[in-house]
Structures are given as C-alpha cells and as structure tokens.
C-alpha cells in the first residue's frame, strides 16, 4: 500500500513538471520567436511618422544600456499575390544591415544553404541541403540580407522584399518541420484560363504592394503602387507574422510613402505674377519658392539593450532619451508628452499573445492540479486503510507509552517519507520524459503512429525540452506537501484510537 | 506454589474501580467497585471467567484505561506515592513506559520488526527519537541479556512470524522488561499455548520474579495457573469476591 502512495505522488508529480515545463517552454519559444522580429523597445509614431530618426539613433547608441538602434517604417498595405490573389499585409520597410543588428533578422531568413539537416529532417530532404542548390541558396541568402535581387532583363540590381514564409501559400510545410517549395502556381487569365507563374519566389517571382501614403498632416493623397521582386522568405516562428509580412528596403516604403525628404516650397497664390529668371534675364511666371527641407520620416525606431539591462529600466531611459531629442527639435517631431505611451517594451507589444498563452499555460496547469489533487484523497484512503490494517499495533505503542502525539507524528513522517521518495522520483522521471520528450514522442510516432506534436501543425519543429529549477523545486515540494496533507487526517485518526480498542481489534 | 518474598509495604493500591462500557445507547458495567492491593514484589493473580472484567481493571491499573468518574465516591489508584487516576495524559504515558510492563496472551509483536527491535521498542518510546541514540547501546546490550536468559540469542535477527508461540511470548515478556519496570502485568500469558509451553513460560516469570523482585499482577482463568501465584483474587461479574493465599486481605 505504501507503495501505491508513492506511484500516486511520483505520478503526480510527473505530470505536473512535464505539463509546466513543456507549456512554460512552448510560452518561453513563442516570446523569443516574436521577440526576434521586434527589438526590445520600440520608439513609434504611426503613419505619419517622425523625422530627424538618425540623430535620434545617433544619441539612442551613445548610451551604454542600449546596443544599438534601427530605423523602420511599418503600416498596412495590399498584397497582389502570384495567382492574383489580393491580402491585406503588414510591410515593413527595414534597413537591413542595422536591423540585423538590433533584431535577429538574418537568422530568420529561410532559403539560405544548410550543412546539417533540421531537427526532424531524418532523411535530408531539405531542398538547402543539396549541394546542387547551395550555390543558389548562398545568393537567396545574400539578397536577403542586402534586400536587393538581379533582374537578369534589365541587368541591374533592383530593390527586393522578403515575405513571410506562409504568405503565398505556394510553400508546402511537412511533417519533417520544412518547406517543400512548390515549382509553380496558377494564375487565373481574363479569357477563362490559367497559366503558371513562379512557385518558388526568391527565383524570378515578385508582388505587387499597394499602400496609401498620407502628407505630413496625416491626411491621404493617394494609393501607390509598386511590383516588388522577391529575394527570400523568412520564418520568425510566429505564424501570424508569418503569413502577413513582408520586408521591404526603407527607401522604397518612404519613397512610397511619401516618408522621404522633400523640399519645402512656398506656393504661388496669384497665378499671373511673373518674376526675372536670374539665368537667361527674361520675364517667366513666377515660380514656387523652396523655403526648406522637409526631412525623411520613418514610423518607428527599434532599440536593443545590452545584455542583462532591464527592459523597464531601458525602456525609461529611452523615453529620456527622446526627450532630450524633442527639445532640440520642437515642434517637429512628436511632442514626448504624446510619445510617453509609445515607447514600449516587446512585452507591451506583445502582451496579448503572452497573456494569451499564459493564461493557457496557467489553467493547463490549474486542471492537471486539480486532477493531480485527487492524489491528497489518493493518500489519504491508502493511509486510512494502512492505520485500519495496524490498529493492534498502535494499540501496542500506546500500551508501551507512545502518545497520542508520537503515534501521530509516526504516520506524518511516514507519509512525509513516502512523499518524498514518491517527489524524488516523480521529479527524477518528469525530468527524464521532458529532456527525452522528443525522441518519446517520435518513438510513439514509430511504434503507434500516433503523432501528438505535428510540425505541420505546430510551428516549433520540437517540442520545447527544457526543465527549469525553480519550477522543479516547486513541484517537487508541493508533491511532498501532498502526501503530508493526505497522511494528516489519518494520523490524527491514529492518535485518537482508544488504545484498549485497539489492543482487542480484529 | 506460594511465596513468601512479597515485603509489607504496598506498591499499588486500588479503591472503588468502576467501568460502565457503552455500546451505543446500551450500558454494559464491566467493573462494580473494585478494591485491590498489592504489595511489593508480590505476585497477585486476578481469576476470573471470560467477560468477569479481569482484562479491564488490568488495562486500568496498567494507565491504558480510565475508572468511570464517581464524584461522590472516586475512584483512586495509587502507585507508589503517585495517584494514577489523576495523572495526566503525558504522565500516564510515562507511567506506562517506565514504571509498567504489558504482557499479553497474543504477544502482540509487531511483525515489521525483528525480534531485538521488537524488544527494544519499549526503550526507543521511553527514550524518544533522539535521547534513544544516547542509550542505544545500554539498552541492546540488555535486551542481548534478556534473550540469552530466555534461550533466543540465537533468534534476535528473526521475525515474530519465524518463531514459534512460546518463543513469542518469551519476547513478549523480554520487551514489557526492556525498561526495567517495578510492576508487570500480564493477561492471560499462557492462553495461547499450548500446557507444557505454558508452564515454561509461568516457569520464566516465576525466575524471573524470583531474581528481579517484580510486581506481577497476572489475569487468567486458569485456576492451575492462579495456584502458583502468592494471592489469587477471584473476579466475578466485576466484583471482588475472594481473596487467597498468603497476606490475603
């Protein structure tokens, strides 16, 4: 009996650690999958934007908890797909070299040239894996990160994208957690047919962007239009992001935006003055006067803290930062009173998707709890048939002088006993499950083709594997805690029995 | 077989014993005011027949039990110069541990534990979890004498259940002496065994009374068993009605 105490603590045990760590860590890959994109505090002011960002970057990178910062320009626009399909999508205009600094955005970049397969890629059908592609895949990688592509028509260098991997919806996710890149897909043609176009982007295919530009009062003058080439694709490991972005370089998004720097003209009012031209000495209508330049803009700028600040803390010197930077500049940019709520941590951001899953995680854990509490009641019946089972003997201890007190505390240190033995290997066998959870879970597969964790459905390849101590610790104490808990009542039970009762059970 | 080393003074002292059991809304008086006494180093057997409250006034006089309260006519027990009857909880305990020692007819060993832990359980109770450590090796160097006194130094690694009836009660009775108590008290340490046994084991605490000068208070029902006693004290219906044998009152 005693044993089957401690399997119901072990197993409760168990499954507590197993269900926290594997949520806690599919919570923990989820946040840093969407932190990767975002930078840890993000300066924003949307649509219109704000200009002067490089000096702003430039006082931003003089201080010592931050690592670096980046310009970018991020709005919604449509997407014209390869079958003419049109999304709604949210572009991101990036320079690529700064924004590789401040975010993980190369690592995100799918086609490049692999020299190890995927986790779940046992048999290396990875299409980067073939040496025959590698050359191809280098380049792929290359335009990324340049965000340019070679029109071999025109011969030039044009301005590139790279889209979310599952935006076209032309790369077919595998069991293996890969892309099976499609040849070709089908457009639609006005005479009721259909035709090929590229399937696979970053080789000869391109989108169309529109988006609505707006003047420096946030008013909209017109949608622009523009056929972007695709260098590459990438995958954060969000699926929302990834099936809804593209990267573009920033001079287009601004160029398209109307971001860019223009210059400050001062209108003609009466359109019959003239005036001399100062180079041929003739009269001609009077012209425009330039008064100014109206600098380049951009939405938002992304900052990276150096490693192990504070978020909050580097969050608020940002806002300092700011506004240092507003009062060289008044009136031109945001005021910092206005930017007071848009200078945000990731975690701001983000706090829906996070609380989302940790409210998830919170009552996953909440009901495996209560199931797992049942182990108190689980303990408690074995101990109160174990005392059952030994009347006569605490019969005897009393008739030999034990307490009432020592009769009981002699059954809380055996269920303390049995809960820690009973933790010790819960902990010892949850711990084993969640380091091993992977080759368990593809051994199932194997064996009962029973595939719980799919990388067709899942976006991470693997499941999350990691244990962490604290939550060990806590596990593990509660375990203990359960088996005291269910051993109380029977042990008071023990210290109550009438000892000459006792001594004549049968 | 009468002795007569018993010394005048007494070293228990029963007055007015009373016990009512109550099976649910059913009385049952077990004992109608008993009146004991007990003298040094005096063997007293209480007889009587099944259901006459022998057992009870035992438990009684042995702490594990308490008289019914009478207020008009207490009941007392005197042990020495302690009043049992007014002890607490703890002292009671105490009383039990030290100064008592519990024979009984179904040895009652805990099957766990083999037999020289069995024996020194008495000691690890007295001495508690802690102070036991201190006079662990007193106490199984006694109970190593004990079991070579009573012919089972070669068993102290077994279990009850390797040993036979006789041998049981031989460490039964080792164990209620681990803590060298004045006063044993044994119900019915032969009825489970089998005459020739039982007389060996009446031949042990009559040795032993005989070389330690114990108290023995024995209840049975056997009146070839109350005859080697010094007093038998005839039990019935929870009444004292005879006293026999030597300094009967």
Known sequence: ?506 | MMSNQASQSPILDVKNIRKTYHLGRVKVPVLHGVDLNVRHKEWITILGASGSGKSTLMHIIGGLDRPDRHPENPASIIYGDRVITSMGAGALNAYRSTEVGFVFQFYHLLPELDILQNICIGSMIRYGRFGYRSHRKGVESRAMELLDRFGLSDRMKHRPAELSGGERQRVAIARALINEPALLLADEPTGNLDLKTGESILDVLAELRQSSGLTMVMVTHDERIAARADRVIRLIDGRVVEQTGVGSA
């Open chain 1, 1 to 506: 009996m005693p044993i089957l105490a401690m399997l119901a603590v072990m197993l409760s045990v168990a499954t507590i650690l197993i269900t926290w760590s594997v949520m806690g860590g599919f919570l923990k890959t989820l946040v840093n999958s969407g932190r990767s994109l975002i930078g840890d505090v993000t300066v924003s002011w949307p649509n219109v934007g704000f200009a002067h960002y490089e000096e702003l970057i430039g006082m931003l990178e003089e201080d010592e908890m931050i690592d670096g910062a980046t310009p970018i320009i991020e709005t919604f626009g449509l997407i014209q797909l390869p079958d003419d399909r049109i999304e709604l999508i949210t572009i991101k205009g990036i320079d690529p070299v700064s924004y590789d600094r401040v975010t993980n955005y190369t690592d995100t970049i799918w086609w490049k040239p692999l020299e190890e397969p995927t986790a779940k890629d046992r048999d290396g059908s990875d299409v980067r894996l073939d040496p025959q592609f590698t050359g191809a895949m280098a380049m792929f990688e290359s335009n990324a990160v340049t965000l340019t592509r070679f029109n071999q028509d025109s011969g030039q260098t044009e301005r590139a994208g790279v889209l979310g991997v599952e935006v076209t919806g032309l790369n077919i996710r595998t069991e293996d957690g890969i892309y099976d890149p499609r040849a070709f897909g089908f457009r639609a043609t006005p005479d009721g047919g259909v035709e090929r176009v590229p399937g696979f982007m970053p080789a000869g295919g391109s989108v169309g962007l529109t988006v609505l530009s707006l003047d420096s009062t946030g008013k909209p003058v017109d949608p622009v239009t523009r056929t972007i080439p695709i260098a590459n694709e990438f995958q954060s490991g969000i699926f929302e992001i990834d099936q809804s972005t593209i990267f573009v370089p920033l001079e287009t998004m601004q160029e398209m935006l109307r971001l860019d720097e223009a210059r400050k003209v001062e209108l003609v009012e009466n359109p019959f003055a003239t005036e001399v031209d100062p180079v041929t000495g003739k009269r001609r209508p009077k012209m425009s006067e330039v008064v100014g330049i109206d600098p380049a803009r951009v939405t938002t700028v992304l900052v990276r803290s150096a490693d192990g600040a504070d978020l909050q803390e580097v969050r608020d010197r940002v806002y300092e930062i700011y506004t240092a930077f507003e009062e060289k500049h008044v009136g031109e940019v945001p005021s910092s009173f206005s930017m007071e709520n848009q200078i945000r941590t990731w975690e701001d951001l983000n706090a829906t998707m996070i609380n989302a899953v940790k409210k998830e995680t919170g009552l996953v854990l909440f009901i495996f709890g209560i199931v797992s509490f049942t182990s108190v009641f689980l303990v408690l019946a074995i101990f109160w048939s174990m005392i059952s089972e030994k009347t006569k003997d605490i019969g005897i201890l009393r008739a030999l002088g034990a307490s009432t007190t020592g009769v009981a505390w002699l059954w809380i240190r055996y269920g303390t006993a049995i809960g820690l033995i009973g933790a010790s290997l819960g902990t010892a066998a949850g711990y084993a499950v969640v380091i091993n959870i992977n080759s368990i879970h593809d051994w199932l597969g194997r064996t009962f083709n029973l595939v719980i964790w799919d990388p067709r459905t899942y976006y991470f390849i693997e499941i999350p594997s990691e244990v962490e101590l604290d939550k060990a610790i806590i596990v593990f104490v509660v375990g203990v805690l359960t088996c005291v808990l269910g051993s109380l009542i029977p042990a008071f039970r023990s210290a109550r029995m009438d000892p000459v009762k006792a001594l004549r059970f049968e």
